[in-house]
């Protein structure tokens, strides 16, 4: 059978993609009128061609059917439906970070995600749309034998929607609580026999529930594929969105009192503005097959980013923070941001099958390079100690209990970080797995990376430069009891590059994490319902903490573990309702005395790791009806987050909560479907996540969103 993508595109767009890699077709639409077809294998670009039940790892797929019932636009809402993922500093909500089974990186930059395979999520574009989003796969425990540099916990990789030769379209129009307003178009077509066009945009405007707070956003994703011959594909991709979104850092909750104000009480200034996240990506990949057991995927990539914006935030210091003397005035620094980013990627593979003797290998062999740029310039207006007696006017403040915005003029921020950072990898990567025996499969793989790193620092004048190479392996072993039955265990690291230097001007050591797991996999009701158990066991080093020794530094010291376990089910159960359920139980913890960076607070031995919660778990069910001769489907869903640390170094903890969702969506006529969302259905007050007692963010309260689509 010659390579073509263009079956394979029909074919997984008309019946879904599985939740997981295996041939269950959970999740996917209903309808009785079309055949239905089951993908057993699928090749993907830096993947390998493996079952789920032959892969030694835990993998989570939101596939594109969830996002849709679940009415989540957004990739930190969607990630909420995996237990092994935590919400964590997201700059007041200016950018996704995340930890995944406990474990996160440099909470000053967004938390890294794959594109098609790509490092792509490093830069400041904002808060991820989905518009353009096929899946999202959640490649779980440490990945850098394939991947190299990335998140210590695992992978996100975001399958973007592909092109169809088939015309086809869809227009959406929502509208919802505090005046949200959505428009939402995707077009797809052949162009000619051999190539085909897609594209897809949104824009959305409304208030908040928080005060004077309004977000605007928009963006178009453009792809085109071109069938250059039955073995030779290319596809090209180009992302370009903005967002407006005010800098908000939440509310106070000293002392743990969750009650102390209104959670739409905002204390930042609106005279600052919205901070500005701008984004502008192109992809090009090209798939050629040798043969029909050899194929060679290459691309490259490249994303330039840049958020720009000023905001008043609540001053952490104790020395400067009037609140903690008298209750109600609140010192605020005033700091202005101007982060430019450009990430150039370009790698590629080779993968195909061979046999030594008896043994049977399914090889992948690449070669890539990263280049990430980041330009900085950060400024800071900070109030002058409470010893000198400052005035309000001095110390920016603003009553927590009746806010007076704009009532003293706005500091001027001065110069605290100027500097360009670049970092540099070259990788080559080598997996081979074999098939033992029809049961029995051993996958060993690693990757050597050459690093650089360079420093310019524009205010003291410093340069800096950084080379090292770095080695990361990877094992697993996989025993199938039957065709719907597997046993597996793992081991891998990871490492991301960190950022800046120490007291004596040298670069970091790159932070390491190694995981080892032991799970089960196993299909039940004739493979409509996938389950994976995991226990894993995880260990990171090199964390950048305070330097004692040098007050004012940094070093790359710390050390911290997690270890846990994971139960997920995905598919369909009897009387055809489908299911999505996620359960994690995450124990992670510091492994070294320490200080902190930001606050300059002790980190004891034992101390758990902030915004992780032990037990959290999804529920999503669904089921589809028929009501006058059309399509009716109902769904509700929760989501369960247990209490966790909300400040470092302190007895400050976050409490649990429980959200309820539900959704219904009715097929008006073969091209109109409506659907209601509701979220936080019982309109719970939770707080997602924090950094200390007067950085919390608040959740958002009950909203009703309605939306009228038009397919064509």
Known sequence: MHFSLRSFQLCSIQIGVALSLCSTAAYAKKDESLEIIEVTAKRQAYRGNFDVLETPEAISEINQQLIENTGVAGLTEALDLSASVSRQNSLGGLWDSFAIRGFFGDENVPSGYLVNGFNAGRGFSGP????????????????????GRGEPGGTINLVTKKPT???????????????????????SGGLTEQAAARVIGYYETGDSFRDTIEINKKGVMASVYFEQSDRSVWQYELEAARQEIPFDRGILAIGGNFDMMPIERFLGEPGDGATVTEV??????????????????????????????????????????????????????????????????????VSGQFDTGSIAHELIVGIDYDLFD?????????????????????????????????????????????????????????????????NLHVRLGGRIDRLKQTLDDKITNFDAEQSETHFSPQAGVVYQLSDSWSL?????????????????????????????????????????????????????????????????????????????????????????????????????????????????????????????????????????????????????????????????????????????????????????????????????????????????????????????????
């Open 280 to 349: 502008l990506g192109h992809q090009l990949q090209w798939q050629y097959e040798f043969s029909n057991d050899w194929y060679l995927n290459s691309g490259l990539s490249y994303r330039s980013t840049r958020l720009t914006g000023t905001s008043s935030d609540a001053e952490v210091s104790p020395a400067r923070q009037k609140l903690y003397y008298n209750g109600r005035t609140l010192t605020r620094q005033r700091r202005q941001r101007d982060y430019d980013t450009d990430q150039f990627v370009i790698r590629s593979e």
């Open 374 to 438: 980041y330009d900085r310039d950060y400024r800071v207006y900070r109030s002058p100690a409470l010893s000198t007696n400052p005035t309000n006017e001095q110390l920016h403040a603003i009553d927590i209990h009746q806010p007076l915005y704009g009532q003293h003029a706005l500091p001027t921020p001065v110069p605290a970080i100027v500097r360009v950072q670049k970092q540099f990898a070259t990788g080559l990567y080598l997996q081979d797995q074999m098939r033992l025996t029809d």
């Open 488 to 712: 597996y265990s793992s081991y891998g690291e990871g490492y991301r590059l960190n950022f800046g230097t120490d007291a004596s001007g040298q670069g970091f050591k790159p932070n390491e994490t190694k995981s080892a797991e032991i799970g089960t996999k196993f299909n039940l009701l004739d493979n409509n319902l996938g389950v994976t158990f995991a226990y894993f066991d995880s260990t990171q080093k090199n964390i950048i903490v305070a330097d004692a020794a040098n007050p004012g530094f940094h070093t790359a010291i710390g050390q911290a573990s997690s270890k846990g376990f994971e139960f997920d089910v995905t598919g369909q159960l009897p009387g055809d309702i489908d299911m999505w359920f996620s359960y994690a139980y995450i124990d992670a913890q510091v492994d070294k005395d320490a200080k902190d960076t930001g606050l300059g607070v002790a980190l004891k031995r034992g101390d758990e790791l902030l915004n992780i919660p032990k037990n959290s778990a999804s529920l999503q069910i669904s089921k589809q009806f028929s009501v006058a001769d059309r399509a009716l489907t109902v769904g509700v869903g929760a989501n369960y987050v247990d209490e966790r640390l909300g400040q470092r170094g302190s007895d400050f903890y976050l409490p649990s909560y429980t959200v309820a969702n539900m959704f219904a969506k009715y097929d008006l006529t073969q091209q109109f479907e409506v659907k209601l969302q509701v979220h936080n259905l019982f309109d719970r007050k939770y707080f997602p996540n924090s950094y200390t007692q007067i950085w919390v963010q608040p959740g958002e309260p009950r909203s009703v969103d309605l939306a009228l689509s038009y397919k064509f």
């Open 165 to 187: 030769f088939e015309q086809q379209g869809k227009i959406a129009l929502e509208v919802g609580s505090r005046d949200k307003r959505r428009l939402e178009a995707d077009y």
């Open 128 to 147: 991820r749309d989905l518009s353009g989003i096929e899946r999202v796969e959640i490649l779980k425990g440490p990945k850098a034998a394939l991947y």
